[in-house]
């Protein structure tokens, strides 16, 4: 469970906000979608939330320990996967997935075993001993929910994770991630592919330049802001203004 409070980030002194006194909450067991366009400030409170930058103001908290208080002991309530899979090329991918369960202090045998069900989940398995700097975008991405995942984590965190993933890969993400909410873990992703939200979430945000503008199930989105037959796509589009479907 996480619990984001009032927080608020502009990247130039007294200049417009990139978030804009967010407040949210994230229940344990439940799967929940961020949504917002391009710019709306997605990224960055998932930075906030994962102490990579710093709030201007407000609180964040990670199973009631403090993102910046306590940064240590809340970086080790959740593993996060970025958008963007860069990491040491040089390294080959054993050797991150071990790095990586070094950190969360993950015991050897249950690294083990973890490490080759997930690669073979993902179809890594035969490349293990490869450098990371020969992998395709799609197979990084894999590589890091695959170090995201031995280290079990509490609260799973994600940035538009299904980017550069087969079809495949992706129905086996969606699949895990009803499987931890089950398991009474949150879980909690970004997306810009409403279909997947619509059918996955137990609950969605939607956040516009920075401010939030609606949390809640998809029957409650639908009952305050939808009409007899839209889909999520229908009513996220009408809004944020888009003009997408005005033809």
Not at 3 to 15: D, L, R
Not at 104 to 128: H, M, Q, S, W
Not at 224 to 244: R, V, Y
Request: proline letters at 4%.
């Amino acid at each position: 469970m996480f619990e984001i409070k009032n927080v608020s980030k502009a990247y130039t002194k007294g200049g417009v906000k990139a978030v804009d006194s967010l407040s949210l909450t994230v229940n344990n067991g439940e799967i929940f979608g961020f949504l917002g366009p391009n710019g709306a400030g997605k990224t960055t409170s998932i930075k906030m939330l994962t102490g990579i930058i710093q709030p201007d103001e407000g609180s964040l908290e990670l199973d009631g320990i403090s993102i910046k208080d306590r940064p240590v002991a809340a970086k080790r309530q959740f593993a996060f996967v970025p958008d963007n899979p860069e990491t040491v090329s040089r390294l080959k991918a054993i050797e991150y997935l071990n790095f990586i369960g070094d950190v969360y202090k993950v015991p050897a045998d249950i690294r083990k075993e973890r490490i080759e069900n997930y690669c073979t989940k993902f179809g890594l398995k035969e490349v293990l001993n490869n450098k990371i700097s020969s992998f395709s975008h799609g197979m990084k991405q894999k590589l890091f929910l695959i170090a995201s995942l031995i280290t079990d984590p509490q609260n799973w965190i994600l940035d538009e994770p299904m980017v550069g993933l087969d079809p495949e890969a992706a129905f086996i993400v969606k699949e895990i991630m009803r499987e931890r909410a089950n398991a009474g873990k949150t879980v909690f992703f970004s997306t810009h592919v409403m279909e997947v939200a619509e059918k996955l979430c137990d609950r969605i945000g939607i956040i516009k330049q920075g401010k939030l503008i609606f949390q809640g199930t998809m029957s409650e989105l639908k009952e305050q802001h939808g009409k007899d037959g839209q889909s999520l796509e229908d009513i996220f589009l009408e809004m944020i203004g888009s003009t997408a479907k005005a033809q």
